[in-house]
Structures are given as C-alpha cells and as structure tokens.
C-alpha cells in the first residue's frame, strides 16, 4: 500500500525544504518507497478531518492503510524500521543511529528554533539585540561538541543512516545564519545530506509545490 503525507499547499519556507514534510520526504525516497501527498491548507489544518490525524493541528502526517501517525521524528523512524536502508542490520548500531535522531530533536535543534523564533518574530523586540548572541553561543556549544565527535568522518556513527537524516534536516536550518560555516566539517556534513540523490529527488519535489503555489 503506498502511504500518504501531507504537506504545507503553500509553505511558508517558499521551497527551502525546511518544513518538517522534507525530512519524511527524504527518508521514503532513500527507501525507495513511492509515497502519496495531500496537500493542506493551513485553514484546512484546523479542521476536524486534519485534526484527527493530528490533534495539534501541523504536518507531516502519514497514513498507510489503518496506521496514522504524526511528528515527523516518529514517522520518519516508522519509515526507517519498516523500510531498509536507514537503519544498520547491527543491533547496537541500530540503536545508536536512533540516539542520534533523538540527539537531533532534543538536544541540537532547540536553540536552533529559539534562534528562528528570535529573528522572525522578535527583531522588534527590545531585547532582541541582547538576547540573539546568547541564544547563538548555546548554538555554537551544541554545533562544538557534534563537530568534535564527527571529526574527519563522512557521517555520525559508520554510514548513512536515519540519523544522519534527522540531523542534516536540523543542521539545515543554519545555513542563513552564517553559524554553520564557523564549522567546515559540519558544513561539508550537511553539503554531503543534500548531495544524496534521495535527498535531490525529495527537495525538487517539494520545491514544485512551492513553485506551483507561488505561480496562483
């Protein structure tokens, strides 16, 4: 059965790939599993039919047959578990590749969100210009300890897996800011994430819905 997504119908990102259906889109294409999209507006998010697949209101959800899930960390390890090819057949590896998909949510992406939420919706506060350096500094702590224990390697623990994937998606989201260049490694970990071709084939599929919005 092919699952279905839904997606932003007009993404706010205007086709960066930054919005959480990217990294679910990425995950089926390096599966190699054709998926559907239902695409959503964001009135219709808050309505009963969206809702009960996602009781908060947002993207992505998947639906496959009689399974509906939300949060696109458990959907794209939903993707990763059913699915080769994200996941090591090793089991202590498969467990550190998951680690690293929590380590990517919980613990390098919060100050990256609290640094987006600063810049777009805070400029005009008066404590933007104290606050944003020091929401920057806890960023470049986290971006310090990941670039230490990458090193030289091509990917976070032997190779690519759904962590990587999680991970270059966070990591994405600096590219404006100038931080991430402070870390040539990292930078060229992320350049490696976007060179997959998964990654190319999930990134112009959602770049021509943004394309198509953009031209109505």
């Known amino acids: 059965?092919?699952?279905?997504?839904?997606?932003?119908?007009?993404?706010?990102?205007?086709?960066?790939?930054?919005?959480?259906?990217?990294?679910?889109?990425?995950?089926?294409?390096?599966?190699?599993?054709?998926?559907?999209?239902?695409?959503?507006?964001?009135?219709?998010?808050?309505?009963?039919?969206?809702?009960?697949?996602?009781?908060?209101?947002?993207?992505?959800?998947?639906?496959?047959?009689?399974?509906?899930?939300?949060?696109?960390?458990?959907?794209?390890?939903?993707?990763?578990?059913?699915?080769?090819?994200?996941?090591?057949?090793?089991?202590?590896?498969?467990?550190?590749?998951?680690?690293?998909?929590?380590?990517?949510?919980?613990?390098?992406?919060?100050?990256?969100?609290?640094?987006?939420t600063a810049v777009i919706l805070e400029r005009d506060a008066p404590w933007h210009d104290e606050r944003l350096p020091l929401v920057d500094d806890r960023i470049r702590k986290r971006l310090g300890e990941l670039s230490r224990h990458l090193g030289d390697s091509d990917w976070l623990d032997g190779d690519f897996s759904a962590g990587d994937l999680v991970m270059v998606g966070v990591l994405r989201r600096l590219q404006r800011s100038g931080l991430l260049n402070e870390f040539p490694n990292l930078a060229a970990y992320v350049a490696r994430g976007e060179a997959r071709p998964a990654f190319k084939r999930a990134f112009d599929a959602q770049l021509a819905v943004a394309l198509a919005a953009s031209n109505n």
Request: hydrophobic content about 45%; charged content about 20%.
């Open 1 to 116: 059965m092919i699952p279905t997504i839904t997606a932003f119908e007009r993404s706010p990102d205007g086709g960066r790939g930054l919005a959480r259906d990217m990294q679910v889109r990425w995950a089926l294409e390096e599966a190699g599993q054709p998926y559907d999209v239902r695409l959503v507006s964001f009135a219709a998010m808050k309505q009963p039919a969206h809702l009960a697949r996602n009781p908060f209101g947002s993207i992505p959800t998947y639906e496959e047959g009689d399974l509906a899930l939300f949060e696109s960390g458990a959907i794209v390890l939903h993707i990763a578990v059913r699915y080769a090819g994200l996941l090591p057949d090793d089991a202590n590896a498969r467990a550190r590749a998951v680690a690293w998909m929590f380590a990517a949510y919980s613990t390098v992406e919060p100050p990256i969100l609290e640094r987006a």
